[in-house]
């Protein structure tokens, strides 16, 4: 049986040391969250599936790693200092504050249904609820108080203030000098370092129409109200891609891209059944975006939510960080004579004159991914004895420890020395962590492995040192499958080629 609640997926993480609060020796900082030692190896190994997938088994996408802190005019003609924002009210009563959407999205049906008829407005019809909100600041305080929305906090009925908006990105001074030309900010988005080295990439690659550049990165948003465990952060991990092709072939690009994702979600335990593919109405596009699929996953409790989004970003950003556009001739709705020094063109494969490409963007994030395999890894049974145990089925690739090594007595150094000569021979074959487990209590070593998704544990008794029952079994090992809890002797010469077969 899977996880049913997030709560679940919380205790699991705390307990087994996958994820923390951030300074939690403090109080907490509400929005950030530190991964243990557990977390830090799921999380790599997750970067790892998608950087192997999208960069090395292709011949059309290039890497990059871009700077975190970022020159202000990016993110002023990227559109962020304009659009990046949120919309803000606060409960005049607790002076607790709260995100618009969310705190009507959390109300009662029939009080959502209020508020929907006070803005003329159907609640079936969500976003245009929120919309409506946003553009009548006097009329939504008022209709939120008269629908009787409710503080999530004190459970009362609240004293709304006008909405707002909230710039969600992080500003902070650059160099010693705080003054108003000083300042940059923590990116919002991994996507504009990659779009501000474009000509760099083309220029030292040589690339042509169509490529991609992939990226994996930290960005910062400064949310509202961060909540529900990992899923809304200030400080997240993006794995993103900006794909370039020419002006017309974007529309085909895009469903590949949508198919590439699919599949890949499928091959980390993330199976389509279980991710709705939501082709958000143009009303809700971003500033940016011609068309966007958004892949949205059943989380446990939260339901359906986004975790991945692949959009048609046009020719949009490039066009945005582009000088004198107006001597190009190819994007008509972007500033003319703005501060970029480069012409972010590349030649058009078949009539080799400077265009500006569109540009397909696939981009999860990696927490919210971790999330969903985790949910989908976690497995309740009941065990012939009438046992239950907790087990991260976990796909071989992606568990934190590939294997656990015990002696079956920790006292015993014959038992302790081979299991770790055993372990030095595994780690050295790559195949990720191999522990040595020397607990000195196999059983609660193999419920612990379950719990942690460790696939296999290797197993050194003291037939292993011929001092058991069965002679025959001296220079064998056991290895137990979690999955499974099948036993196998193998031989402790054929053992790295046993596991490297099984964790291939």
């Not at 909540?227 to 993103?240: A, D, G, H, P, T």
């Not at 590439?260 to 975006?289: C, F, M, N, T």
């Amino acid at each position: 049986m899977p996880a049913t609640s997030m709560e679940e997926l919380v205790s699991l993480c705390k307990r087994r040391g996958f994820i923390f609060q951030g300074s939690e020796i403090y109080g907490g900082l509400q929005g950030f969250y530190d991964y243990g030692p557990l977390g830090v190896e799921l999380k790599n190994n997750i970067k790892a599936a998608w950087w192997r997938s999208n960069v090395y088994e292709r011949d059309d996408m290039e890497g990059l790693d871009a700077s975190i802190i970022m020159h202000r005019q990016v993110l002023r003609h990227s559109g962020h200092e304009a659009t990046f924002s949120d919309p803000m009210i606060d409960n005049k009563k607790n002076n607790k504050r709260y995100r618009l959407d969310h705190l009507v999205k959390d109300q009662k049906a029939d009080v959502i249904a209020k508020v929907a008829a006070a803005m003329g407005e159907s609640a079936e019809n969500f976003p245009a609820v929120v919309a409506a909100l946003n553009a009548n600041p006097a009329q939504a305080s008022q209709a939120l108080k008269d629908a009787g929305v409710r503080d999530p906090f004190s459970g009362e009925v609240g004293d709304w203030t006008e909405p707002k908006p909230f710039n969600m990105m992080f500003k902070t001074t650059i160099g010693p000098v705080a003054d108003d030309e000083s300042y940059g900010y923590l990116r919002p988005e991994t996507a504009q370092g990659i779009f501000t080295n474009f000509k760099n990439v083309v220029d030292s690659t040589s690339r042509r129409l169509p490529f991609g550049i992939a990226q994996i990165g930290k960005a910062f948003r400064n949310e509202i109200t961060p909540r529900n465990f990992i899923f809304r952060v200030r400080e997240l991990e993006q794995m993103e891609i900006e794909f370039f092709c020419t002006p017309g072939t974007d529309e085909e690009w895009h469903e590949h891209w949508l198919e590439k994702r699919l599949s890949w979600w499928e091959a980390q335990g993330v199976p389509r059944s279980k991710i709705e593919i939501l082709d958000v109405p143009k009303e809700d596009l971003a500033h940016y975006s011609k068309r966007t699929y958004d892949l949205m996953y059943d989380y446990p409790t939260l339901g359906h939510e986004e975790i991945e989004g692949i959009a048609n970003r046009s020719d949009y950003d490039l066009g945005s960080h582009t000088k004198n556009q107006s001597e190009l001739g190819l994007v008509a709705n972007v500033e003319e004579n703005l501060d970029s020094i480069a012409k972010l063109t590349i030649p058009h494969p078949e009539t080799n004159k400077p265009v500006v490409p569109f540009v397909i963007e696939p981009s999860a994030g990696v927490d919210r991914a971790l999330l969903a395999v985790l949910s989908e890894a976690f497995t309740k049974e009941t065990l012939e004895n009438g046992n239950e145990r907790i087990v991260l089925k976990l796909r071989p690739h992606l568990a934190p420890i590939k294997v656990a090594v015990i002696p079956l007595a920790r006292n015993k150094a014959e038992l302790v020395d081979l299991a770790r000569s055993i372990k030095s021979d595994l780690q050295k074959l790559g195949l990720g962590r191999i522990l040595l487990e020397d607990s000195g209590n196999i059983g609660k070593a193999y419920r612990r492995h379950d719990e942690v998704g460790t696939p296999y544990c290797v197993t050194v008794d003291f037939d292993t040192v011929g001092k058991g029952d069965d002679a025959t079994l001296t220079g064998t090992v056991t290895v137990r499958d979690r999955d499974t809890l099948a036993q196998e002797r193998v031989k402790i010469s054929e053992l790295t080629a046993y596991l490297q077969a099984k964790l291939k």
